[in-house]
């Protein structure tokens, strides 16, 4: 199967948005402004936390704020001169959603820490663990949310057997990035399953 | 008709680099947006991150609420339409008004055969 052809391939993953349960984000934002726009979104790696972030971003863009979306990978560290110029150019009127907090070194995030509480509106983290924020919303998985988004990928018709989705749900211990991931490389092998 | 649309001249969609692309944008939008842009573009889909090169933007600015308008661009030499198992890199046109959200996309194959390259990946 060509790759723009495959239904797993990147962007039509990326077009499938955070499925909230059990709170709206309107429920979310007032929960964000109780904390004074300062919390962490919470969960494992595979769990949703960027796309949470990113149309999070969306949300508090169309309520009127600034925002500022920092990614912080093994690709694009946030070492400690980095931080310093980002601290430099924040503003009091901006959000700082900072997308992987974790791999920020415990010294700089103590400085960006205490700095965002006067020199940035509010600071929203996205973490493995909790405890650098309070948590916002902690993101979880589950195999029907799995089943859900790969039946909004797939072609009607093509169902894929719910047991090969629990089975990649437990061997990739919840990681739904990871199961699709693998669901892109059978698609890639073969015609159809 | 769609709100907005790419045409291009003879229907064609497959062309060979450095070929100049012959079209037409319309437009029937309930007021006139601030501007109407038309981009060349390539981008990349498949397992890996996307990338994505913008070749030649042409702006229309207070277009009015409803027109057509014809338009050419060359094509670079490169890169060519192809497609692997894992990677796909695709030629497209897209119309987009500010303010708004309104997109259309033609997609077009670039390459001296008039096909998109196929990448054979040894089983």
Redesign the interface.
Known sequence: ????D?PF???RVHAIRYRLQNTTFERLLVRLHDMNYRGAIVGPEGSGKTTLLEDLRQRLEQEGFKTRLIFVNDTCPLDTPACRRLLAEMTRDQIVLLDGADLIRRSDWAIMKRYTITHAYGVVITAHHPGRLPTLLECTTSPELLREIVAELLPQGHPIPAELLDSLYQRHQGNLRACL?EL??LY??NDHI | MDRLAVTFDKSRTAFAPRETVYGTIRWNLDASPRHLELSLFWYTTGKGTRDVGVVQTQRLDKPGAHGTKDFSFTLPESPYSFSGRLISLIWALELTSSPGSEIARQEITVSPTGREVILDTPR
Not at chain 1, 1 to 4: F, L, Y
């Open positions: 199967m060509k790759a723009k495959n391939a990147v962007e991931r892109y490389d890639a092998r």
